[in-house]
């Protein structure tokens, strides 16, 4: 079956330690997105990418990085400079280069607390 | 920043009653796009209206879209039990931002 997959589910990180989240998806989409959401609100955009080798920042880049050097992977890592990292991060992808004409597909999301 | 507000945060309605969520934007679309959020798992796209068309369906789901208000509206009718969740509008700027703007949503609770 065609979709998008996120790991891990929960994921705990220590002060200053960086952690990377996973993102893949086998629905042959050009374009994926990283958003985080906090408790009750709606989704902010970190990072997205509409072709591989190539991605752009969004609202709430600062403290995160990405690559996308496969067209079905787009990993989020989380740095020691993200001051308040506890959130749930979504990853989406959609066809069409990134217009959102088809609308996204998500993940489950991945849940990171900082202990 | 957030493009579009929903209205209201919350609401609680009857089983069978129909339920009527608001969405206000700031700037022009391409178009507008309703996703549906079950506590603590990821978003499920619902239904997609262009900027041209102004009302769509979608079995129970009735979608509209009113571009010189810059608002939009997703009813969903003969609610049940099972429509409890959180509902999101995006909306799609393209070609200026090449990613859907969310909104803050709207919970809701559907009782037996």
């Known amino acids: 079956d065609g979709g998008i997959t996120q790991s891990p589910k929960y994921l705990f990180r220590k002060e200053g330690q960086n952690v990377t989240l996973s993102c893949e998806q086998n629905?042959?989409?050009?374009?994926m997105y990283w958003y985080r959401q906090d408790p009750g609100q709606g989704l902010r955009l970190i990072y997205y990418?509409?072709?591989?080798?190539?991605?752009q920042k969004g609202d709430i880049a600062e403290g995160y990085s990405v690559s996308r050097e496969k067209k079905e992977s787009f990993p989020l890592t989380v740095t020691s400079a993200q001051k308040n990292p506890t959130a749930f991060y979504l990853c989406?992808?959609?066809?069409?280069?990134?217009?959102?004409?088809?609308?996204?597909?998500f993940g489950s999301g991945t849940r990171l607390t900082v202990v | 920043s957030q493009q579009g507000e929903e209205d209201p945060q919350a609401l609680s309605i009857q089983e069978g009653e129909n339920a009527t969520m608001n969405c206000s934007y700031k700037t022009s679309i391409n178009n507008l796009q309703w996703y549906r959020q079950n506590s603590g798992r990821g978003l499920v796209h619902l239904i997609l209206i262009r900027s041209n068309e102004r009302e769509k369906h979608s079995g129970r789901l009735r979608v509209t879209l009113d571009t010189s208000k810059k608002s939009s509206s997703l009813l969903i009718t003969a609610s049940r039990a099972a429509d409890t969740a959180s509902y999101f509008c995006?909306?799609?700027?393209?070609?200026?931002?090449?990613?859907?703007?969310f909104g803050s949503g709207t919970r809701l609770q559907v009782q037996p």
């Open positions: 629905l042959n989409h050009d374009a």
């Open positions: 990418s509409q072709i591989v080798n190539d991605f």
């Open positions: 995006a909306t799609d700027v393209s070609p200026g931002r090449r990613a859907l703007t």
């Open positions: 989406a992808s959609s066809m069409n280069g990134g217009t959102g004409s088809y609308g996204y597909t």
